[in-house]
């Protein structure tokens, strides 16, 4: 059932983009002097269609793409008509074919920002560090200051980095000072703790006991 619904969800979100892209081509093209005789989402059949004015607008049987006929743009249609593609000034047209590929690039953008307004953009809410083998560092320091800034995050210790640069850490439980040049920080990622984020109502995590928060310290004995 649940693939049943993600191909339904898959296709709308398609036919969606679909739609957008080709409105652009239209609307562009309607307010540029250009007839639009046919607007169509989807290809063969028409499942369903209707006339408005001189567009005929359809849905087509297979939902895999879509198109805007306008007028006077094959060759065999050009006749020297003021609303042919042809007929309108150079610019007119390349707004047309434009508009399409613009409409979808604006729309991604609004739906990232649409993104990072609900969820945010995640920063490691850590400054231990898992190095690797030529690092500095060694595994569980914990960044407490770069260049006398404390820091409290991952995003804090990458915006404070240098050329050159102090750093004070805890490890073992005791602080330690060590100089690190710009580079290392490519030889470090944030560590992040066994906590669990979140649990699935009435799931097998939930019925087990465990909560969110809850810090895991073994698994299976290990």
Same mark, same amino acid.
């Given at each position: 059932m649940m693939a049943f619904l993600s191909i339904v969800v898959a296709i709308l979100f398609l036919g969606f983009l679909i739609f957008?892209?080709?409105?652009?081509?239209?609307?562009?093209?309607r307010k540029g002097g250009v007839k639009v005789p046919v607007f169509s989402i989807g290809f063969g059949p028409a499942i369903v269609k209707w006339k408005?004015?001189?567009?005929?607008?359809?849905?087509?049987? *297979?939902?895999?793409?879509?198109? $805007?006929?306008?007028?006077?743009?094959?060759?065999? #249609?050009?006749?020297?008509? &003021?609303? !042919?593609?042809?007929?309108?000034?150079?610019w007119i047209?390349?707004?047309?074919?434009?508009?399409g590929p613009f409409a979808n690039l604006l729309l991604g953008f609004i739906i990232y920002l649409g993104t990072i307004g609900v969820m945010g953009i995640e920063t490691p809410a850590t400054t231990v560090v898992q190095p690797d083998s030529s690092s500095i560092f060694q595994k569980f320091d914990r960044i407490v200051s770069v260049n006398g800034e404390k820091v409290e995050d991952w995003f804090d210790?990458?915006?404070? *980095?240098?050329?050159?640069?102090? $750093?004070?850490?805890?490890?073992?439980?005791?602080? #330690?000072?060590?100089?690190? &040049?710009? !580079?290392?920080?490519?030889?470090i990622s944030p560590l992040f703790p066994p906590v669990v984020g979140g649990i699935e109502k009435d799931g097998p995590a939930a019925r087990a006991g465990i909560e969110e928060g809850d810090s895991i310290i073994e698994?299976?004995?290990?």
């Open positions: 957008i892209h080709e409105w652009f081509h239209f609307i562009i093209a408005r004015g001189e567009t005929e607008y359809k849905i087509g049987a *297979f939902p895999i793409g879509g198109y $805007v006929k306008l007028h006077g743009m094959e060759p065999g #249609e050009i006749e020297g008509e &003021p609303d !042919e593609f042809y007929s309108r000034p150079a047209r390349v707004m047309i074919v434009l508009g210790v990458q915006n404070k *980095f240098t050329d050159t640069n102090t $750093v004070v850490v805890i490890r073992g439980g005791k602080p #330690e000072t060590l100089v690190a &040049p710009m !580079e290392e920080l490519l030889h698994i299976n004995g290990k």
